[in-house]
């Protein structure tokens, strides 16, 4: 329902095209003298949580996202973006026992790249980058689950991809955008277990994926420009299995699948 909400609210926005500067294409190899992006707004996706075993959650994420970009046609490109999303996910654990528990996520990254333009038609672009990141994600059992604990998953990481665009009309533009995250130096922290102290576990770094297709609509004209963003994503985690003490950590995979829906101000 939720993702209902926001393409309704996307389409009102698409309402508003007339306050958009027909006769200029949104990007040309100077992207206009305003070189800074600044967009935020809700992401909400479909999280599903897969143990080696037969362990399954699956449950509705809602989140904020910011992010703020420096573009640069034939330049230096700079961004940084930070997602905050919570929810509450269900299952069931290898022995059909059902599991309840409250997922909270906080990702921060930083990137730095170089924008390479073509100067004529729909004025492709694309932006290869390198970054790096932090990224916590804490999971709080409640009842009726087995076992009540609270795990906190932390990793530092290396971040690799591209950003990319084209005109279709005026005022409309989309891309394709493709991240890989490797894992440094994961770790695991169970806390409040009524069996043990506290303990960290050591994962096995694996590396994760992101593929988004933004749509981006301008709503006004000049440099100082108002955007609304559309941007169905799919991303795949992984936190690998590894041999610890007092016990193991199970291998551990992630899917999402949601949208970004965004307001952003070019200036």
């Known amino acids: 329902m939720r993702l209902i909400y926001l393409f309704a609210l996307f389409l009102v926005l698409l309402g508003l095209a007339p306050l958009c500067a027909e006769d200029e294409p949104l990007f040309t190899p100077d992207m206009f003298p305003c070189t800074y992006f600044t967009y935020v707004g809700p992401e909400i996706y479909y ?44 299952g069931f654990n290898s022995r059909r026992k059902r599991l ?28 290869p980058y390198a ?52 894992m440094l130096n994961g770790r695991s922290k169970i806390t409040e277990d009524p069996d043990f102290d506290d303990t ?7 590396s994760h994926y992101r593929v988004e297709v933004p749509f981006a609509y301008t709503l006004a004209g000049s440099c100082l420009r108002l955007e609304a963003i559309l941007s169905p994503f799919f991303e795949y985690r992984h936190f690998g299995g590894k041999e610890g003490y007092p016990f193991n950590f199970i291998d551990t995979k992630f ?9 952003g101000l070019r200036y």
């Open 200 to 206: 960290v576990l050591r994962m096995s770094d694996e």
């Open 131 to 182: 970054g790096y990141g932090y990224f916590n994600e804490k999971n709080q059992f409640l009842n009726p689950s087995p076992l009540l604990y609270t795990t906190v998953d932390t990793f530092n990481y290396v971040a690799a991809g591209f950003l990319s665009g084209l005109n279709l009309t005026p005022c409309l533009s989309m891309g394709i955008n493709i991240k890989a995250r490797f």
């Open 100 to 127: 309840v528990s409250d997922v909270t996520d906080l990702i921060g990254e930083g990137r730095v790249g170089f924008t390479f333009m073509i100067p004529f038609g729909k004025f492709p672009f694309i932006i």
């Open 255 to 263: 899917y999402l699948l949601g949208t970004t829906v965004a307001l």
């Open 47 to 90: 999280f599903q949580r897969s143990r080696k075993g037969g362990t399954e959650q699956s449950g509705r994420i809602d989140g904020i996202r910011f992010t703020i970009d420096r573009v640069k046609g034939a330049g230096i490109y700079l961004g940084g973006e930070i997602l905050y999303s919570e929810g509450t996910i269900k």
